[in-house]
């Protein structure tokens, strides 16, 4: 992982768009099957009601519109956040220089490998 913007821009909106896609959707079906819900019951109490009401596209496409715009937004904002998890520290120059090498362990018996 890279501390790139584009990567890191192009991260946010592939999660934002995943999160209003699923946020739009789930508002249409909420709409939909509330609505049937409501026609069933009107149904049994008024004979030759319609079975769906006449504006209920318009408001599924509304919901899902409203839905995935605020999922969207929100998982944006949100996910600026996660951000500072996908850079990478890098050691500054300075720091280089006064780091001493890593000390490896020698072996005790003389350097010859003892399997147990």
């Known amino acids: ?5 584009a ?5 946010r909106r592939k999660k934002a768009f995943r999160a ?3 946020g739009g959707s789930l508002a249409g079906i909420g709409v939909a099957c509330t609505a049937m819900m409501m026609a069933d019951l009107k149904a049994s109490s ?3 009601a319609p079975w ?12 899902v519109v409203l839905g995935f715009s605020v999922c969207f937004g929100y998982s944006w904002l949100r996910s600026r956040e996660l951000v500072g998890m ?3 520290a890098q050691p500054s120059r300075g720091d280089e ?3 001493s090498p ?3 362990a020698s072996a005790t018996n003389g350097g010859a490998a003892r399997t147990i």
Do not use: N, Q
């Open 1 to 5: 992982l890279t501390a790139d913007p």
């Open 7 to 11: 990567y890191i821009a192009a991260f």
């Open 20 to 22: 209003g896609m699923m």
């Open 46 to 48: 008024r004979p030759g």
């Open 52 to 63: 769906l009401p006449k504006k209920l596209p318009k408001r599924i496409a509304a919901s």
């Open 86 to 88: 996908f850079v990478i």
């Open 97 to 99: 220089a006064e780091a």
């Open 102 to 104: 890593p000390k490896v």
